[in-house]
Every structure is written in C-alpha cells, then in structure tokens.
C-alpha cells in the first residue's frame, strides 16, 4: 500500500488503457501500411485512435500526430515553426519557466544566434497577459508558452497571447505547451488560437512513450522525420499501434470525465490546503495556482530531498521538484522570490483522479512526522 502524489510526473496507466494495447499488440498487430485486410483493419483502428484524441482534444483528427512524447513534440513544433518562418525573423518569445522540453531547444537556439525573449512569472509564478504582448515584434518568429506549469500549477495567458499576436501583424507562430493542462484544465487548440500544440500520454494515464502534436489545419509544419511517409508524412515511423490504442483509451475516458474529475482534484486541494492549515501550520504554500492537480509547498528549514526520502521510506511519493530535473535545483523555484531555507524546502504534491483523502491524511501525517522528526537545517 503505497501513496502516490507525483502525478506531475508521471500516473499509473489506467486498466482500460492497458488492456487497448494489449489488445492492439496481441490481436490487432498488423502494420497499418500493410494492403492486404489485416493491415487494413491496423489503419481502420488507428483512424478510430487518432478520432478518439482529436474528440478529447477538440480538434480535427487531421490535425493530430502522433510522436514518442511530449518532449518529441515540444522539439518538432519549435524547430519547424523557425524552419517554416526561417525568412522572417531571428526573434522568440518564451517564458522562464517552461519545461526543459522547452527550454534547452530554445537555449540551444540562442546560442546558435536566435535572439530570445525569456518572459519573467511575478512572485507568485504568473506571467502576465500584457508580457507576451510587449514582447512581440515584427521579427518574431515563434512564441512558446505552456497552458500549465508543471512545478507550480500556475495557468498562463495562452490566449491572451494568441490575441497579441494577431493584434501586432506578426507571421509569429504560437506553440502551447499543453502536457500539463490537457485534461485537467477545459480548452481547445481552435479557443486557445494556437497553432502548434503538444500533449503526452503519461501523464493521462497512457503509458510513457507516446505523446501527440496539434498542427493547425492548413499549417504546412516541415516533417519531423522522412520514410514511409506515416503520419501524413510528417513523422515517418511505422506507428506505435499498441502504445496509441492506450493513450486513445486512456483520453476518451478521461475526456468523458473530466468535469466530474477536474472538481474532485480541486477539492483534495482544498482539503490538503485545510488539513495543512490546521496540521503543520509552517508549510508554506508558495502559490494556488490554477491547476486543479498541482499544490507546491515548502517546509521552510527542511531540505526536501531529505524530506522526500523520508516520506518515501513510508510509502509517500512526492517530488522535490520536477522530477525531469533530476535532482538540479529547480530554474521554476529559481524565478519566483523565495527565501533560501523556502526554496530549499519546496515540494510539489500533484493528484490525479484516483487520489483519496485517505491519501491525504497520510500525506499530511508523514510532513507532521518528518517535521517533527528531521533536524531543522535553518541557514
Ligand atoms: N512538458 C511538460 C510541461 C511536462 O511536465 C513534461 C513532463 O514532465 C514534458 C513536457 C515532457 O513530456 P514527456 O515526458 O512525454 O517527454
């Protein structure tokens, strides 16, 4: 019996999901490129999958493309909207606090002469909807920037954003980060008015190794990857069949109950945001967000590595961070004003639809321990 509040991270594929691929590995094997009927059934049920994330996204299915992950379509959608503008302009706009998904292309970039706009969050780890629209100038080629933020569960102005560029004139193309948001916020790619959108199977209860990317329909993004010709051409590749029949099932049911799930999300927040208020009163919540699924905290004094390994000897799963960071000090925490020993201490608790308040109280019963328990390193 274990406590899972890492979901940020990573969550448990969900039973319906796994059964989709091994259905689609065992039974339904053939390659969808194959002419004769076994193949064909292959391509007829890959049209359904690619139906089913379009209909959880909201969005045609011919804007849909399935990659490896989210990190695969973060890279595809940057590196081909700057070949797709290359004529235009030298000029990007991103936020500090994307995910390295983001962040180490766009790095890259600058380094290879690129100019970048780094929009800064505010204290509270928000980026404002006028930053975007102050950046933007006639060579911008390509804006960036994530629906949700994985560390701090912050929502930010991608429309808004998409709004500003219009206004200005600019040919920039608008890439959303949507890893995060999908399913646990309501949008569409057509309402948020971005052209390039990527989300990833794990972290809908799909397994790791598959993710999508939206391209506008009419956008003529350059292919990712050359061969056969699969998806549309754009990313060659015989498709991952098993690996798509899951994250297809594991959207259609979370699409189905994201309403029901989205408030039963919110309202561990809230109980966690109460029990902690009453229970380890010194955790210090460094922002609400937006995010129905994210609370960061802090427990000021307490290195949280320490903390982590101490809730994880209990079976309490937690992060100290994003885990993609692998045990760096966080560039997220790194922005926003914290104190040392508030920095030091921060901790992200991410739920999912399967969390229970049972969770909860052990969550809040392994802090009281360890605050209790672990020598406070005040420096
Ligand atoms: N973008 C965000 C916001 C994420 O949280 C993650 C994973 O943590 C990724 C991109 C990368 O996705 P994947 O692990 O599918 O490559």
Redesign the pocket.
């Known amino acids: 019996m274990f406590h899972y509040f890492d979901n940020?991270?990573?969550t448990p594929v969900r039973t319906e999901a796994a059964q989709a691929a091994l259905e689609a590995m065992t039974q339904g094997w053939g390659n969808p490129s194959s002419v004769y009927s076994f193949g064909a059934q292959a391509a007829a049920r890959l049209k359904g999958w690619r139906g089913d994330v379009a209909a959880a996204l909201g969005c045609g299915p011919e804007e849909v493309f399935f990659t490896s992950?989210?990190?695969?379509?973060?890279n595809w959608a940057i590196h081909g909207a700057l070949e797709l503008n290359r004529r235009r302009g030298r000029h990007i706009v991103t936020t500090a606090i994307?995910?390295?998904?983001?962040l180490e292309p766009v790095r890259t970039l600058e380094r290879q002469g690129y100019e970048v706009t780094w929009l800064q969050p505010d204290h509270q780890g928000n980026i404002h909807p006028d930053q975007a629209a102050e950046a933007i100038r006639p060579d911008t080629v390509l804006v960036s920037m994530?629906l949700?933020?994985?560390e701090l569960g912050t929502i930010l102005p991608v429309k808004e954003t998409a709004q500003a560029i219009k206004r200005s004139g600019s040919s920039a193309l608008l890439h959303c980060?949507a890893?995060?948001g999908f399913l646990k916020v309501p949008f569409t790619p057509s309402a948020l008015g971005v052209d390039l959108l990527?989300i990833?199977?794990?972290?809908i209860h799909a397994p790791?190794g598959v993710?999508a990317l939206y391209i506008r329909r009419g956008l003529k993004l350059p292919a990712l990857m050359r061969g056969g010709g699969q998806e549309n051409g754009l990313r060659s590749g015989t498709e991952a069949t098993g690996q798509i029949a899951a994250f297809a099932a594991a959207a259609r049911l979370g699409a189905a109950a994201m309403d029901k799930d989205i408030a039963h999300m919110a309202q561990l927040k809230s109980y966690t945001l109460g029990r902690l208020a009453q229970e380890v009163p010194e955790a210090a919540v460094l922002t609400e967000g937006g995010a129905p699924h994210i609370l960061p905290i802090s427990l000021p004094g307490y290195k949280s590595e320490v903390v982590v390994r101490f809730l994880g000897d209990r079976g309490i799963f937690l992060s100290s961070g994003?885990?993609?960071h692998k045990g760096k000090p966080s560039h997220v925490f790194a922005t926003l004003k914290l104190t040392k020993p508030q920095r030091d201490g921060a901790l992200r608790i991410s739920f999912s639809y399967d969390t229970v308040r049972e969770d909860v109280d052990a969550l809040v019963s392994g802090l009281k321990q360890a605050r209790d328990q672990l020598f406070a390193s005040l420096s």
């Open positions: 940020a991270a990573t992950c989210g990190t695969e379509s973060d994307e995910h390295a998904a983001v994530m949700v933020n994985n980060d890893v995060q990527s990833s199977g794990h972290k790791k993710g994003s885990a993609c």
